[in-house]
């Protein structure tokens, strides 16, 4: 196999999001997922000032560690 070396892609969000929102649509779409969005970024913050580790989080909820991890 070839000696593959990582080679992280730059990314800017913000000038992705500025090309993205001149597309018809986008802004609809991106705006209806703001409640998801919010919701999933205040999981995340309580998973971390809990210091739970993403299997001892799955055992609590009775869920898979996938779930979590998603």
Do not use: C, W
């Not at 739970?52 to 609590?60: E, P, S």
């Amino acid at each position: 196999m070839a000696d593959l070396k990582y080679k992280p892609v730059p990314h800017n969000h913000a000038e992705f999001l500025a090309a993205a929102r001149q597309r018809p649509g986008f802004n609809d779409a991106y705006d209806s997922l703001e409640l998801e969005y919010t919701v999933a970024s205040q999981m995340l913050k309580a998973h971390e000032n809990a210091g739970l580790t993403q299997d001892v989080a799955a055992a609590r909820m009775g869920t898979p560690k996938s779930s979590i991890s998603r």
